[in-house]
């Protein structure tokens, strides 16, 4: 925000007054990362209550290293190695947008063997690149080990192309650093509390609504009671 305020230092830009600018640029961060941080927990937590062993050990690691007397700190997130790739694994199968953003061939150019005319609009697949077979094995299958053997070494902010939930280059999410570190927290903190159990017996529906984001077609319904000493929550 003090970034914002210096830069306009009152101006005026195409009509647009700094203070309407501000806000509205504001409104954006925040809308942005709400909607994408809302799917992104939801299918994290669809998914682990799919695969039961997996919050058993994500549970194991969160008693280990914060034990069950205090709450999850932000310190903490680096110390949570398989909660950071439950949601490289969730991001890699429900990406918020499956498909990239529209970007425009500013040149004549050959891609691959392709002649592609300028002004021509590229629209990328992440979820089949983040699902190709050739690179991932069992690629449907939800695996968040795969990130601390075969593929521990692979980033998630752009840097590695087989997984690219936020895009790349110089117009990849902005807000890609600050809603990792807001899942991780809200993940950490949320299962560290609460034991959490599905309000069905039914297998959880997994179909998808397609949309500005990629959502839950159904609501996820569960069942939360507290596994810390009582202590812990009375700053909640």
Request: with cysteine.
């Amino acid at each position: 925000m003090d970034v914002m305020i210096s830069l306009f230092d009152g101006k005026t830009i195409d009509g647009i007054d700094a203070d309407t600018m501000i806000k509205s640029t504001v409104l954006t961060v925040i809308s942005g990362a709400t909607d994408t941080t809302n799917v992104v927990l939801i299918w994290t937590i669809s998914l682990i209550l799919r695969n039961p062993s997996v919050l058993e050990k994500v549970k194991t690691e969160l008693d280990i290293q914060i034990g069950k007397e205090r709450l999850v700190s932000e310190s903490d997130i680096n110390k949570l190695t398989y909660l950071q790739a439950i949601v490289k694994e969730t991001l890699r199968l429900y990406p918020p947008g499956p498909l990239s953003g529209p970007r425009e061939f500013t040149d004549n150019c050959t891609l691959n063997g392709y002649n592609i005319e300028k002004g021509t609009r590229l629209i990328t697949n992440l979820w089949k690149i983040q699902t190709d077979s050739n690179v991932w094995e069992d690629p449907l299958e939800f695996k968040p080990e795969r990130f601390l053997t075969t593929h521990k070494d692979v980033d998630i902010k752009g840097q590695h192309f087989e997984l690219l939930p936020f895009g790349s280059g110089r117009r990849m999410c902005p807000g890609v650093s600050f809603g990792l570190q807001m899942v991780h927290f809200i993940l950490a903190s949320f299962l560290h509390s609460f034991e959490i159990l599905s309000a069905s017996s039914d297998p959880i529906d997994m179909t998808e609504t397609f949309g500005l984001t990629n959502t839950k077609t159904t609501p996820l319904e569960i069942l939360v009671k507290p596994r810390l000493s009582f202590t812990c929550y009375e700053n909640f």
